[in-house]
């Protein structure tokens, strides 16, 4: 058999064996994976979420963990779309931190690993590797450090990220999220900004992200 009708048989089968797989196994749900806002009932269960940007729907299921009542939470919500609900597979509850006034010198600035940034309404959402060993506890916080305004008056607020290792060995990266709160920025009646600048102390040395407010 010449190569070419040898290459046309493999496909031939591989078709086949295609089509009959869709044919007996069904069509799965898409999982989606969101940050968002979490919204507990006064029992303390989880009963709706806000995805970033998209309305509120109701879980289909309460969530079993317990968490304080008639609260708002950030959280990741790995989700099946049920239309005007959805169904929670897994929520992971993240962190908010608002930027302060810290002076320089009492915060250490471990490096991280920068991994992804973007907006989120009233949040910056953010993905790091933090360097360290299986368990251990590392402190972050966010300093405020004073705007920049430009030639034409765009105003733009600075923010510093702090990682504190306390000492910890670099065993391997952990995954971390976290949220840095930006009302502060878009919502002040007496300052006006137009965009974030965050620094990040990386592996590389100091490195500058901006994003739009």
Known sequence: MSSNCWVGFLLSVLAVGVLACGKDEPVPDAVRFDFGELHTDASGHAVRFAADGERIRALATPG??????????RAIVSYVSLGDAIRALQIVRVPV???????????RGDPVRWVAGWRGGRYLNLRLDLPGSFGAKHSLAFAQRPPVVWPDGRRTAVVWLYHDAHGDRNDYFQDTYLNLALSPYIESSRERFDSIALFVNTLHGPERRAFPL
């Open 64 to 73: 079993t963990q317990s968490l304080r009542p008639d609260t708002t939470y």
């Open 97 to 107: 931190y608002f930027a302060q006034s810290i002076p320089q010198f009492h915060f």
